[in-house]
């Protein structure tokens, strides 16, 4: 980012619309916090906490896999992941480094389908030279075309070296046979062709970045030991004339799915079989009671309280990895259950009990006690996970990038109580169709499981 040294008046002077929003108790999430609106579009959200001398600092960037529309140009959110620790105009990256290594900080980043986060936990009294340096690289990022294209090699290997792990190839399939036209059809990495063609994309990497390490995506998250008065200065000093940008990325809509979809993955070497059964699924909300149903049955149906848990993982024994992945996404996302078959005789009888689970929550409610035993628990776990400055920033993230707003979680978990046994069988009704499922299995190439080789073949 850019490196801006002004006058303290002129600081001042900088026009910022503000906010405070003062938590009730009863609300999950329990600090007080504020947020700050720069002209720019940047937010500043600020959450004081009694964990002494520790901040920490997350930035969350708006932007990942989810905003890759041109063809062949997947992968460059992840790629950014990646070179943002190259260096800037006013630090190299050994200067960097020492920086953070002197302040004693933990940093690192990740991408996602909708957010890139950088993150970092320090002293509190080295908030205004890391804010300073993490200022630069954001508008100031600077790199070579040979340190474009040693990064992009590396992103390569990280590629093969996901690509050795069953349960990282499923996902890439699932996706891109799940997703035809929506750019949740490529993972964060993105597609191999893509990955394989990146060292010859240094302009549009530049480009990348001009679209969209802008303030209108970006929200800085200051957590720990600080004041809102500290946190706006320092954000005003460093940000405050970082410029707007005008990009807004068309990310096309998936259209209906309108029959069911099968894969089966030939694995090259020994493992036991992996099966995936996902139906579509909605987008995250903290108002429709769509998505807070679904979540409530994905722990009351496959988690390790569920029936088909203790039957299929703790009693049968025909299982030992099971659960459900149904993350907060920006656009409709996909209810998965993955599974892990001990004997590859008994696939398709795990994958039948899956589907007759789904299934009976479409018909049958679910028991009042259950629904509000899943509640309290996530509602508790979630509250007990917030037990330091990183933890709760690390916790917010996610929300930070789909709404800007902690409240989200308060919202989110109110819609949660407001959810009935009623409202979770009509949910399931209005989404575990035959004709939106896709399943997804894997196996050791030669292995006798003659009914899942239908549908597409993938080779590993």
């Given at each position: 980012?850019?490196?801006?040294?002004?006058?303290?008046?002129?600081?001042?002077?900088?026009?910022?619309?503000?906010?405070?929003?003062?938590?009730?108790?009863?609300?999950?999430?329990?600090?007080?916090?504020?947020?700050?609106?720069?002209?720019?579009?940047?937010?500043?959200?600020?959450?004081?906490?009694?964990?002494?001398?520790?901040?920490?600092?997350?930035?969350?960037?708006?932007?990942?896999?989810?905003?890759?529309?041109?063809?062949?140009?997947?992968?460059?959110?992840?790629?950014?992941?990646?070179?943002?620790?190259?260096?800037?105009?006013?630090?190299?990256?050994?200067?960097?480094?020492?920086?953070?290594?002197?302040?004693?900080?933990?940093?690192?980043?990740?991408?996602?389908?909708?957010?890139?986060?950088?993150?970092?936990?320090?002293?509190?009294?080295?908030?205004?030279?890391?804010?300073?340096?993490?200022?630069?690289?954001?508008?100031?990022?600077?790199?070579?075309?040979?340190?474009?294209?040693?990064?992009?090699?590396?992103?390569?290997?990280?590629?093969?070296?996901?690509?050795?792990?069953?349960?990282?190839?499923?996902?890439?399939?699932?996706?891109?046979?799940?997703?035809?036209?929506?750019?949740?059809?490529?993972?964060?990495?993105?597609?191999?062709?893509?990955?394989?063609?990146?060292?010859?994309?240094?302009?549009?990497?530049?480009?990348?970045?001009?679209?969209?390490?802008?303030?209108e995506y970006t929200t800085i998250v200051?957590?720990?030991?600080?004041?809102?008065?500290?946190?706006?200065?320092?954000?005003?000093?460093?940000?405050?004339?970082?410029?707007?940008?005008?990009?807004?990325?068309?990310?096309?809509?998936?259209?209906?799915q309108r029959e069911s979809r099968t894969?089966?993955?030939?694995?090259?070497?020994?493992?036991?079989?992996?099966?995936?059964?996902?139906?579509?699924?909605?987008?995250?909300?903290?108002?429709?009671?769509?998505?807070?149903?679904?979540?409530?049955?994905?722990?009351?149906?496959?988690?390790?309280?569920?029936?088909?848990?203790?039957?299929?993982?703790?009693?049968?024994?025909?299982?030992?990895?099971?659960?459900?992945?149904?993350?907060?996404?920006?656009?409709?996302?996909?209810?998965?259950?993955?599974?892990?078959?001990?004997?590859?005789?008994?696939?398709?009888?795990?994958?039948?009990?899956?589907?007759?689970?789904?299934?009976?929550?479409?018909?049958?409610?679910?028991?009042?006690?259950?629904?509000?035993?899943?509640?309290?628990?996530?509602?508790?776990?979630?509250?007990?996970?917030?037990?330091?400055?990183?933890?709760?920033?690390?916790?917010?993230?996610?929300?930070?990038?789909?709404?800007?707003?902690?409240?989200?979680?308060?919202?989110?978990?109110?819609?949660?109580?407001?959810?009935?046994?009623?409202?979770?069988?009509?949910?399931?009704?209005?989404?575990?169709?035959?004709?939106?499922?896709?399943?997804?299995?894997?196996?050791?190439?030669?292995?006798?499981?003659?009914?899942?080789?239908?549908?597409?073949?993938?080779?590993?």
């Amino acid at each position: 980012m850019k490196m801006l040294i002004l006058a303290a008046l002129l600081l001042s002077a900088l026009p910022v619309v503000g906010f405070a929003q003062q938590n009730r108790g009863s609300k999950l999430f329990p600090y007080q916090y504020t947020i700050d609106d720069l002209p720019n579009g940047l937010r500043l959200v600020t959450v004081p906490t009694d964990y002494p001398n520790l901040v920490a600092l997350y930035i969350v960037v708006s932007a990942g896999s989810r905003n890759e529309v041109e063809p062949g140009k997947s992968g460059f959110a992840h790629f950014f992941e990646h070179i943002m620790f190259r260096g800037s105009d006013n630090y190299t990256p050994e200067r960097r480094e020492e920086l953070f290594k002197r302040a004693g900080a933990e940093t690192n980043a990740y991408t996602s389908d909708d957010r890139t986060v950088y993150h970092a936990t320090f002293a509190k009294e080295d908030l205004e030279p890391i804010m300073k340096a993490e200022a630069d690289r954001f508008q100031r990022l600077k790199y070579t075309p040979e340190q474009f294209k040693t990064e992009a090699l590396a992103v390569k290997g990280e590629y093969d070296k996901n690509s050795a792990n069953p349960i990282s190839k499923m996902y890439e399939v699932l996706r891109e046979t799940a997703f035809k036209r929506h750019t949740y059809s490529h993972t964060t990495m993105g597609y191999l062709k893509d990955i394989q063609d990146m060292p010859n994309q240094y302009e549009y990497s530049l480009e990348f970045y001009k679209r969209f390490y802008r303030p209108e995506y970006t929200t800085i998250v200051v957590v720990g030991d600080a004041t809102r008065a500290q946190a706006l200065d320092l954000t005003k000093r460093y940000w405050g004339e970082w410029k707007r940008g005008d990009y807004k990325a068309d990310i096309p809509e998936e259209p209906a799915q309108r029959e069911s979809r099968t894969a089966h993955i030939d694995w090259p070497s020994p493992t036991l079989p992996y099966l995936a059964v996902a139906f579509r699924g909605p987008a995250y909300s903290d108002e429709r009671k769509d998505k807070a149903a679904l979540d409530l049955l994905a722990a009351i149906a496959f988690g390790e309280n569920s029936d088909l848990y203790q039957q299929l993982v703790l009693k049968e024994q025909k299982v030992d990895v099971l659960g459900p992945d149904f993350s907060d996404q920006a656009d409709p996302e996909m209810f998965v259950v993955f599974a892990r078959v001990k004997d590859p005789a008994n696939v398709n009888a795990v994958r039948d009990r899956i589907l007759e689970t789904f299934k009976k929550y479409t018909t049958e409610p679910i028991e009042q006690s259950k629904l509000d035993a899943t509640r309290s628990r996530l509602r508790y776990g979630f509250a007990m996970a917030m037990n330091s400055n990183d933890a709760i920033a690390r916790s917010i993230a996610p929300y930070i990038s789909l709404r800007r707003t902690p409240e989200t979680i308060n919202k989110l978990f109110e819609t949660y109580q407001a959810i009935t046994p009623a409202d979770i069988r009509d949910t399931a009704k209005k989404y575990f169709r035959d004709e939106s499922r896709t399943v997804v299995t894997l196996a050791t190439k030669g292995q006798s499981i003659a009914s899942l080789r239908a549908g597409r073949r993938v080779k590993n």
